[in-house]
């Protein structure tokens, strides 16, 4: 079986974050049998280079896990981990954790009311002009760590039309979900615990147990950066 992980380091913002989480991915994909690929280009929505110069790009290149599906034609499973994450050197494959038929995240609803949850994929829909699909707002999967199969490459279709919002392409990703009623494997917090300032899931488990560290702060690369730092004295294999 053809197994990859990729990542997404594009940018100035992520290349300090990036020079310390990728080493540590390449090592993990040698440990679970995977091919390694870094995406430092844009190809999904691609950006004048003008605008590169004046930093307007900013979140754009989060569209390119939707290379997934691409990834997916020649891979028969994928991982996609963001490059602020930080994976612990005892971390299990996630290919052993999720069953081949599942797509596989971690449900972010026990973080949100379930009514914002709902509204989030109403608004995409309508932008693409689509009636909403049924969502009683209890799932709702962080994109930061993905793990998918050759039979979800469709998910990852890419739209004529770019969403422009904060989380524009997890809208996305978690709208074509649903669409297409895909069988979803919910990720345990201890493989996608993501360590924020000032909030976090509701079962505020302690990340050191944590074998995937992801640093979405939203407070930008620099605090995410300092945070990693900090951490990464603990972030060693659990002692038996």
Known sequence: MKTLLFTIAYGPLIKDCAAITVPLMQAYAERIG?????????????VHQAWQVRGVCGKRASWEKLRMGEFLETYDRAIFID????????CPS?????????????NEVPWHPTDIMVDRIKRIADFYGLVPPLHDGTQYLNSGV???????????????????????EQDYINLQ???KKIKVFRLPWQYHCL?????GPKEAAPKEQAFIRHYASGLGCGKDLAFIKADLETCV???S
């Open 83 to 90: 490059a602020d994450a930080v994976i612990r050197e005892d």
């Open 237 to 239: 294999p659990h002692s």
């Open 177 to 179: 979900l649903l669409y």
């Open 34 to 46: 995977a091919d390694f690929k870094v995406i430092d280009t844009l190809s999904v929505f691609p």
């Open 94 to 106: 996630l290919f052993d954790i999720v069953p081949e038929d599942s797509f596989a995240g971690y």
């Open 146 to 168: 993905l793990v998918a199969s050759k039979i979800h490459r469709d998910v990852f279709k890419v739209p004529k039309l770019e969403y422009k919002t904060p989380l524009h």
């Open 195 to 199: 360590v924020t300032d000032g909030w």
